[in-house]
């Protein structure tokens, strides 16, 4: 069974031009979807490729690269044809969920090694 690489790119990403770098790498038509927001103009769409090894996975991922892409994400065990837009948008938001995120400002204060004469109150 095929894995699959999925990709978020940015809305000025040139999707036409992601599909002829992919088709010109080797992969077929039947290999990769482009999913798009009809109702938005200048939304982010998403692609998915159906890799089937390392090398595949590397090359597609060159490709992402390349064209803009904002994040990738691999599904593995999962064909094209259960690579649903709707399948794909529930696991990329349970991914995400998961994600530990940095926490900003954050102060951590170093443990002291006993109480001095400013501390001691009578």
Do not use: W
């Given at each position: 069974?095929?894995?699959?690489l999925a990709g978020l790119?940015?809305?000025?990403?040139?999707?036409?031009?992601?599909?002829?770098?992919?088709?010109?790498?080797?992969?077929?038509?039947?290999?990769?979807?482009?999913?798009?927001?009809?109702?938005?103009?200048?939304?982010?769409?998403?692609?998915?490729?159906?890799?089937?090894?390392?090398?595949?996975?590397?090359?597609?991922?060159?490709?992402?690269?390349?064209?803009?892409?904002?994040?990738?994400?691999?599904?593995?065990?999962m064909s094209i044809e259960?690579?649903?837009?709707?399948?794909?948008?529930?696991?990329?938001?349970?991914?995400?969920?998961?994600?530990?995120?940095d926490s900003p400002d954050?102060?951590?204060?170093?443990?002291?090694?006993?109480?001095?004469?400013?501390?001691?109150?009578?």
């Amino acid at each position: 069974m095929s894995n699959i690489l999925a990709g978020l790119f940015e809305h000025h990403s040139d999707y036409k031009k992601l599909e002829i770098d992919l088709e010109n790498s080797g992969f077929e038509n039947s290999d990769y979807i482009v999913y798009l927001d009809n109702g938005q103009h200048n939304a982010q769409y998403l692609v998915s490729v159906a890799v089937k090894d390392n090398v595949q996975t590397d090359n597609a991922k060159n490709i992402f690269n390349q064209n803009s892409v904002l994040k990738t994400f691999l599904f593995e065990n999962m064909s094209i044809e259960q690579a649903h837009y709707d399948n794909l948008k529930r696991y990329i938001d349970a991914r995400c969920k998961a994600e530990i995120h940095d926490s900003p400002d954050v102060k951590i204060r170093n443990a002291n090694h006993g109480m001095d004469s400013a501390e001691v109150k009578f």
